[in-house]
């Protein structure tokens, strides 16, 4: 007998505080991802100054996420190979491959943010915007990163003179001046600009508070994100970890889908290896273990 | 039930206008993306996509939509 919550597939508002039991060994993670990154925490920064005798203030831009990747494609990858922040995108996206982008699921501290903002913010459902296909939202991340890399190409192989993409609309560079200027360091908030009152706009109005799940930016703007889950995506194919779907145990309840930070589940309930960032909502979400997060096998 | 070949020409569909936000996104603010301030607005006129958008999004909800009918009929009986 099909689960009475298959009738209608629910957009319901998860109880916020049983959503936090259930997920809190990833909520904890996320805080330490934003005080491991973050400044004027940055323990990782210190860590790595501590190590190689750097004296630059670490804050998130030690790491950044972006300009590496510009560099990759516009024919500059070299001179950021040896840079912390070409080891960081470099680990990222092969730890994608082996594991999937938990990077992104479980220490991102913009898209923790994001998230949180979301999950803060006491808004119903629906009046949230959720695609209910992931090929549509598919479409749009890698229209994006597609556009991203054409942009980085022109720049980097100097084909005409525009502005640069990756440090304009930096979503990290927002999340850290908010960060330093909340913290006391009021010359911070110089930084601001047109770009980055488009990126706070988008970032935690838009992609947070208006999206289902808080991670428009992540599914829409980041980079990084859909690099590392095309790297997930092909690690897939090779019988890496990834969250697979059992159908012999699902009840159709739609928990899963309505979970999902990311839209990655759509009516076949099968994550959407595109898309899915491994934050394993849908695992704990499911009443009868139709999730689980395993190496290979079958779909 | 959309038919798989109307959903990949969706999905292609927002892959192209998706793919065409980057490139114009590097023309909007200076190059040095500092606010252009060539007009009182400052930049201001960057967030009427974005608000635009967000407007559109948002009274495509069924409740709002009925909410702005009853609004419209109000005024309607008002004249």
């Given at each position: 007998m099909a689960h009475p919550m298959a009738q209608k597939e629910r957009a319901t508002d998860m109880p916020a505080l049983a959503t936090l039991k259930r997920n809190k060994w990833r909520y904890l993670s996320l805080v330490a991802g934003f005080l491991l990154f973050v400044a004027p925490f940055a323990l990782l920064g210190r860590g790595v100054n501590l190590l190689i005798g750097g004296i630059a203030d670490p804050t998130i831009h030690t790491f950044c996420y972006r300009m590496p990747l510009a560099a990759l494609f516009g024919g500059g990858f070299l001179t950021v190979l040896g840079t912390v922040a070409g080891v960081l995108v470099i680990g990222v996206v092969s730890a994608s491959f082996f594991l999937g982008p938990a990077f992104c699921g479980w220490l991102c501290p913009a898209g923790a943010v994001s998230e949180a903002v979301s999950r803060v913010v006491p808004l119903s459902e629906r009046y949230r915007l959720r695609l209910k296909d992931p090929a549509v939202t598919r479409g749009l991340r890698y229209g994006f990163f597609t556009g991203f890399v054409a942009v980085a190409v022109v720049i980097g192989y100097k084909l005409a003179t525009i502005g640069s993409l990756t440090c304009k609309y930096c979503t990290p560079s927002v999340l850290q001046t908010l960060a330093s200027g909340l913290t006391g360091d009021i010359t911070a908030l110089s930084y601001w600009h047109t770009g980055s009152i488009l990126t706070l706009f988008s970032w935690?109005?838009?992609?947070?508070?208006?999206?289902?799940?808080?991670r428009g930016m992540c599914l829409f703007f980041c980079p990084l994100g859909a690099l590392s889950s095309l790297s997930h995506t092909i690690g897939k194919k090779f019988g890496m970890y990834r969250v697979a779907f059992n159908a012999g145990k699902?009840?159709?309840?739609a928990e899963c889908k309505v979970s999902c930070p990311t839209w990655a589940i759509g009516s076949d309930r099968i994550p959407d290896s595109t898309l899915c960032n491994t934050c394993r909502e849908c695992t704990t979400a499911c009443p009868r273990g139709s999730y689980e997060y395993r190496r290979g096998g079958p779909e | 039930m959309i038919p798989a070949l109307v959903r990949e020409k969706t999905g292609m569909l927002a892959f192209g206008i998706a793919a065409l936000f980057p490139p114009f996104a590097t023309l909007i603010p200076a190059s040095c993306g500092?606010?252009?301030?060539?007009?009182?607005l400052t930049g201001g006129c960057l967030a009427i996509p974005a608000v635009a958008a967000g407007i559109g999004v948002f009274s495509s909800r069924p409740r709002i939509r009925a909410i702005a009918t009853r609004i419209r009929e109000g005024i309607a009986k008002l004249s």
């Amino acid at each position: 007998m099909a689960h009475p919550m298959a009738q209608k597939e629910r957009a319901t508002d998860m109880p916020a505080l049983a959503t936090l039991k259930r997920n809190k060994w990833r909520y904890l993670s996320l805080v330490a991802g934003f005080l491991l990154f973050v400044a004027p925490f940055a323990l990782l920064g210190r860590g790595v100054n501590l190590l190689i005798g750097g004296i630059a203030d670490p804050t998130i831009h030690t790491f950044c996420y972006r300009m590496p990747l510009a560099a990759l494609f516009g024919g500059g990858f070299l001179t950021v190979l040896g840079t912390v922040a070409g080891v960081l995108v470099i680990g990222v996206v092969s730890a994608s491959f082996f594991l999937g982008p938990a990077f992104c699921g479980w220490l991102c501290p913009a898209g923790a943010v994001s998230e949180a903002v979301s999950r803060v913010v006491p808004l119903s459902e629906r009046y949230r915007l959720r695609l209910k296909d992931p090929a549509v939202t598919r479409g749009l991340r890698y229209g994006f990163f597609t556009g991203f890399v054409a942009v980085a190409v022109v720049i980097g192989y100097k084909l005409a003179t525009i502005g640069s993409l990756t440090c304009k609309y930096c979503t990290p560079s927002v999340l850290q001046t908010l960060a330093s200027g909340l913290t006391g360091d009021i010359t911070a908030l110089s930084y601001w600009h047109t770009g980055s009152i488009l990126t706070l706009f988008s970032w935690l109005l838009v992609g947070g508070v208006f999206m289902s799940g808080g991670r428009g930016m992540c599914l829409f703007f980041c980079p990084l994100g859909a690099l590392s889950s095309l790297s997930h995506t092909i690690g897939k194919k090779f019988g890496m970890y990834r969250v697979a779907f059992n159908a012999g145990k699902c009840a159709g309840c739609a928990e899963c889908k309505v979970s999902c930070p990311t839209w990655a589940i759509g009516s076949d309930r099968i994550p959407d290896s595109t898309l899915c960032n491994t934050c394993r909502e849908c695992t704990t979400a499911c009443p009868r273990g139709s999730y689980e997060y395993r190496r290979g096998g079958p779909e | 039930m959309i038919p798989a070949l109307v959903r990949e020409k969706t999905g292609m569909l927002a892959f192209g206008i998706a793919a065409l936000f980057p490139p114009f996104a590097t023309l909007i603010p200076a190059s040095c993306g500092v606010a252009c301030g060539g007009c009182p607005l400052t930049g201001g006129c960057l967030a009427i996509p974005a608000v635009a958008a967000g407007i559109g999004v948002f009274s495509s909800r069924p409740r709002i939509r009925a909410i702005a009918t009853r609004i419209r009929e109000g005024i309607a009986k008002l004249s």
